[in-house]
């Protein structure tokens, strides 16, 4: 049987970064995503199972059923793409048997526990960590190699007892458009499980409802020796605008449920500037009236100027899954079991982002998110406890079985 570490490493040398830029032109956005599917196709099959990826860069498989009871159908899903943060190909990673202090990347970077103080709980661990140049691509790769090693380890060991079970590694998960087609009919699943969460005993099953907002600002260009009372600068209203919204609902000064607006981006001249906006929050009435406010301070600066000069579109992204997922809480609740059978404490919190649960809830699949073992994600900090990875793949094993002794 193959160790999740070697999937694991084998997966993170692929670069499979997801380009934002080509969302709406093709899917998968990048053509390492499309030839890592095919690697895990050709895995799934030589497991023994029917394996299939169509062009959108979309594996499925299934594993079947090996009794007669009328079990659910479930399934488990991660993402094959890296965030487009950061390049997204490691191909030295550095293995080290953790003793404590901090961790040396390279000669100019290191995990500081000054910083990252949750690293000295993984005292005597062996950790995977980047060389400081790239992320390490835990986000979803591990997701990916603890499912497949759940797999095989139900396929050399059939005396457990196991309804069908569906698999599905997904393309562009990072920027949100992934499973915008993802065929949950025909998938067939009663319900699902994304193996792509953080810490040891991460459990969830509430994300935000998130939205986007494309600000464009129209300004005056005169010559400066002549521009008072009619130059109009763009770059100076995108500084107003945003001052309006405030310093304490930004990501870097909220936590737990809190929402944010989160500039992302801004760029212009005196003529034009172009600022781009996240929202997020996981309350749906405080999400809509989020939005409201933002329309607000557009349509105050159109008063104040007496024409149209700054406009916004703003496009809900997903919502929070929990609306669906509180419904059907029993699938939480065998994740729960699961965890506590291997003596891992169960962390449940809300997401503060998104998984493709939080798609796939509203699309009709209930998709709770279970941890991976990762730190630190999205950054050349990232890392993770191969023994973390183990135990994620054991969860997956215990869900399953929890499933079966239900009914």
Known sequence: ????????????????????????????????????????????????????????????????????????????????????????KIENPQIIKYEGGDIKLNDQRSIKVDQFPQVEKLKGLNLITTRGESLLGADDKAGIAEIMTALEYLIENPEIIHGEVKVAFTPDEEIGTGCDTFPVKDFGADFA????????????????????????IKGKSIHPGSAKNTMINSMTLARKFDSLLGDVRRPEHTEGYEGFFHLLSIKGDIENTHMEYIIREHDRKRFEDMKDEFKTYIDFFNEKYGEELVTVEIKDSYYNMGEIIKEKMEIVDYAKKAMENLNIKPLISPIRGGTDGSKLSFMGLPTPNIFTGGMNFHGVYELIPIEHMELASKVIVEIIKEVSKDI
């Open 193 to 216: 499980y994304t193996v792509d969460g953080g810490g040891l005993g991460e459990l969830e099953y509430e994300s935000f409802n998130a939205a986007s907002a494309d600000v464009l």
């Open 1 to 88: 049987m193959k160790k999740v570490s070697e999937r694991f490493l084998k997966y993170i040398a692929m670069e499979t970064t997801s380009d934002p830029k080509l969302a709406e032109e093709k899917k998968p956005t990048s053509k390492g995503q499309l030839e890592l599917g095919k690697v895990l196709k050709k895995e799934l099959e030589d497991l023994g199972l029917k394996a299939s990826i169509n062009d959108e860069g979309f594996v499925f498989a299934t594993l079947k059923a090996n009794t007669d009871k009328n079990l659910p159908t479930l399934a488990f899903i991660s993402h094959m793409d890296t965030s487009p943060e950061m390049y997204g």
